[in-house]
């Protein structure tokens, strides 16, 4: 009875000890060490005042990956339990929408910071908003089809599983992409009233949502592309786009760069924007620093000090990591990054007011004493 083992083959194939086993289980030390570092970020983050949902939401990821590999573990050691690897093809579907949703949430803040107007239009909204719907739909129906072909032997039903296979499989394939597109019309579109988000240069920002845009896209129009040949019988040779080297190349490698992408370019800091930003202006009004300092007490002591623009120096991310009680703001005089120890009460800034007022008594100086501005000739 039920569950029916599948007649046709797929991306992978039934997983096998060796060597599914060996690769699998480095896929999952690798999500187990960067969900370590994400969780790392989003701590002090949050300890910092700073919001950034986007970092839940890849905690989640690395978590359903990390529940994909650990099924991919056990089907592989009980191979004939159709009900284990139904839940692993399941998993493999729900993790990747998760980057697909991050990117074009990216490109739209990308969007609003270039184009304010347009980006906070009306039309724009419903465009994004209703390939978002539209994304979920897809998903819901891969998912429903991919657990009906196990549980019936109808030919016609078969084939209405795989018609709408096809289509949610090239949806995700656009959809993927689309975040492209949408950079590529913001560098043709005039620029008016253009404002900023999170740090770094904004060239930069565009170029690692294009690269990791690219990277995913890649491996979800692969699995696309070879959705629509032929299915392949089970007793048939197993073509090399449905091998195992494919399916873990196009499928858990494109994902784990772009995790390790985020986390080393710090994306947390580069697509923040402020919060309750709801119309054009809203970006601009508040920069990343502020939501340092307005959560925490002012600073006394700097621990490091940025000679160029933070995302130059290659030990940003350690000393995010390795500074906690801190604030990451401004100099004044110089205009460089540092990074402060956050003091520990209101004694050190009354001793800087009576610091500074010792310049207010009778020997400070007044108006008359500044010599006068000679005449231009």
């Not at 187990?32 to 701590?43: G, Q, S, T, Y």
Request: charged content about 15%; some cysteine.
């Amino acid at each position: 009875g039920p569950p029916y083992a599948p007649q046709t083959a797929s991306s992978g194939g039934v997983p096998q000890v060796i060597p599914d086993v060996p690769i699998t289980s480095s896929f999952l030390l690798l999500y187990v060490m960067f969900f370590a570092i994400h969780l790392r970020i989003d701590i002090r983050n949050r300890h910092r005042g700073h919001k950034f949902i986007f970092s839940r939401a890849m905690l989640a990821f690395c978590v359903i990956r990390m529940a994909t590999m650990s099924l991919r573990i056990v089907w592989a050691c009980n191979r004939k339990n159709v009900s284990i690897g139904i839940a692993a093809q399941i998993f493999v579907y729900v993790g990747t929408v998760i980057l697909f949703i991050m990117n074009w949430f990216f490109a739209q803040r990308i969007t609003r910071a270039q184009h304010p107007r347009f980006g906070w239009s009306t039309p724009y909204r419903i465009l994004q908003r209703g390939a978002l719907v539209l994304l979920i739909c897809c998903l819901l129906m891969l998912v429903t089809v991919a657990l009906q072909s196990f549980f019936t032997l109808d030919k016609n039903i078969h084939r209405i599983d795989r018609n709408i296979q096809l289509a949610g499989l090239t949806y995700f394939a656009l959809f993927s992409f689309a975040p492209n597109l949408i950079l590529v019309v913001n560098a043709l579109l005039p620029r008016y009233g253009k404002e900023r988000i999170g740090e770094g240069n904004m060239t930069k920002n565009i170029l690692i949502l294009a690269l990791a845009v690219t990277t995913l896209a890649l491996g979800a129009c692969f699995r696309a592309g070879t959705s629509w040949l032929n299915p392949t019988p089970l007793r048939a040779a197993t073509p090399w786009y449905l091998s195992t080297t494919c399916f873990y190349v196009f499928s858990f490698t494109t994902e784990i760069l772009v995790v390790i992408l985020y986390a080393w370019t710090r994306f947390d800091l580069r697509f923040w924007v402020p919060d309750g930003a709801k119309k054009p202006g809203d970006y601009g009004g508040q920069h990343p620093r502020d939501s340092f300092t307005d959560h925490l007490d002012p600073s006394d002591m700097t621990l490091h000090m940025y000679q160029s623009d933070i995302f130059s120096d290659t030990r940003t991310l350690a000393d995010s990591l390795r500074y906690g009680p801190s604030t990451l703001q401004m100099d004044e005089k110089t205009g460089a990054w540092k990074v402060k120890r956050s003091s520990r009460g209101s004694s050190t800034a009354a001793s800087m007011s009576s610091r500074w007022s010792g310049f207010s008594g009778p020997g400070a100086l007044s108006d008359s004493d500044i010599p006068a501005v000679p005449e231009l000739p």
